[in-house]
């Protein structure tokens, strides 16, 4: 069977996330790609569904001291420590040359108080060319004596409350993995208004050196992501998916069209791609074509029909 194509494009694959519409459900993953323009040279970036920013700030941040980056056995710990230009620079920087392309451009947001949220969106309002917004709610609460916003829902709450009240465009919760109630937490970010959730955010991680006995990130703790951290992502959009109404972006360890394949399945209605790109930096372009053939192969429609499609009916006998 041969894909059709529109635009040298697969009208198969397009999908809706919170209003935005996606030419496919293939996205970069915050802090994988910078702003976007890092893959430039690569690839057209108009081949991928969407492009999510590293986090912004309103004002710049400078972050971590290195070492920030350790490889471990299917993946990697970070601490870059959300060093970003902040949100003015780049709308006057990066902006303007992302929108030559036909990608929907979701900015990846984080504070440290509500307050610093709110500033950024207000600056991020007047960016044209942005799509949506993607809150990163795994940071620590300093008004709250450091609590993690996204492992507390009364916090995850009122952070998406406050961001919805002022801004312009849709707002995606990314979700902590860190949490123990999955269900809990979606349903309190889906009733303080969010218009759809994203999961997972990296797991927290040490790595030691043993010859020396320190730890090999200068943080000490970083964040795990890559292959290791899929079951766990898989697991959390399934009881996402069957907590709450509003659509899911599933992150954590894809690297193929097959993992996006599994997110979809579980509930998704889109995917992220962030380690992989390190690796391969094709990886994001390779799954949406992987995803062409997928449908191809199985007789598939459309890829919307393959979200929660999960089937958890008793194996047939003989199995
Ligand atoms: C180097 C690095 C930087 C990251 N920076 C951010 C960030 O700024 N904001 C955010 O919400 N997530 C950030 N993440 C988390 C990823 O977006 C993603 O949720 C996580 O890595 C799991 O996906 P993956 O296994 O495909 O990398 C970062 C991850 C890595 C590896």
Not at 178 to 196: L, P, Q
């Amino acid at each position: 069977m041969v894909t059709p194509r529109e635009n040298g494009r697969d009208p198969r694959l397009a999908v809706e996330v919170a209003g935005i519409r996606f030419h496919n459900p293939v996205l970069t993953a915050s802090g994988c790609c910078g702003y976007g323009l890092e893959f430039e040279p690569l690839f057209d970036l108009s081949r991928i569904g969407g492009i999510c920013t590293k986090g912004l700030s309103a004002k710049p941040m400078q972050g971590n001291p290195p070492a920030r980056i350790q490889e471990t056995p299917a993946g990697m710990l970070n601490a870059i420590g959300l060093q970003n230009i902040g949100a003015r620079a780049f709308i006057e920087q990066k902006l303007p040359r992302l929108r030559e392309y036909d990608v929907r451009v979701l900015t990846n947001v984080f504070g440290y108080t509500i307050d610093d949220y709110v500033e950024a969106i207000h600056i991020l309002n007047d960016g044209d060319g942005i799509d949506g917004y993607e809150l990163n709610i795994s940071c620590p609460n300093v008004k709250e004596g450091g609590l993690i916003i996204g492992n507390d829902p009364r916090a995850a709450a009122e952070v998406t409350e406050a961001v919805k009240r002022v801004a312009k465009r849709p707002v995606i919760v990314k979700l902590s993995p860190n949490i123990s109630d999955v269900a809990g937490m979606a349903r309190a970010i889906e009733s303080a208004g969010a218009d759809a959730l994203s999961l997972i955010n990296t797991l927290v991680g040490v790595s030691i050196d043993i010859r020396t006995r320190r730890p090999r990130i200068a943080n000490v703790t970083g964040g795990l992501s890559g292959p290791a951290i899929r079951p766990v992502a898989v697991r959390m959009v399934m009881q996402a998916a069957a907590a709450v109404q509003i659509p899911l972006i599933g992150i954590g360890g894809i690297a193929t069209a097959e993992d996006a394949v599994e997110f979809l399945i579980a509930g998704a209605a889109a995917v992220q791609i962030g380690t992989a790109s390190f690796y391969d930096p094709l990886a994001t372009v390779k799954a949406v074509e992987g995803l062409s053939a997928y449908l191809d192969e199985t007789g598939t429609e459309s890829i919307r029909t393959l979200t929660g499609s999960l089937d958890l009916s008793p194996p047939p006998r003989g199995h």
